[in-house]
């Protein structure tokens, strides 16, 4: 039962450091949008960065990314092995 959580534990962690990606440029203003360029900064770099907002957006995100994939490997049986074979089968 321990590595049965381990292992969602995994697969949530890993699609919520892939939705981090996705989510962090939502919402962000640069300071060349805003006309304040901070010496010694690029004028990409964001004005005001909300990590409460971005880290929270993740979660719920990444948690309904996970939720669907449990109910179709759990009930429905798609999992990797349903995957159609691309490369040689070295076995």
């Known amino acids: 039962m321990f590595q049965a959580f381990l292992q969602g534990f995994a697969v949530y962690f890993i699609i919520w450091w892939i939705t981090l990606f996705a989510v962090l440029p939502i919402g962000l203003r640069t300071q060349a949008e805003d006309n304040d360029i901070v010496l010694g900064t690029v004028p990409s770099a964001p004005t005001r960065f909300r990590p409460l907002f971005v880290f929270s957006l993740t979660t719920l995100v990444s948690g309904a990314i996970y939720g669907i994939w449990y109910v ?15 490369g040689p ?3």
């Open 72 to 86: 179709c490997s759990t009930y429905f049986g798609f999992g990797f092995g349903a995957l159609p074979q691309i």
């Open 89 to 91: 089968s070295f076995y």
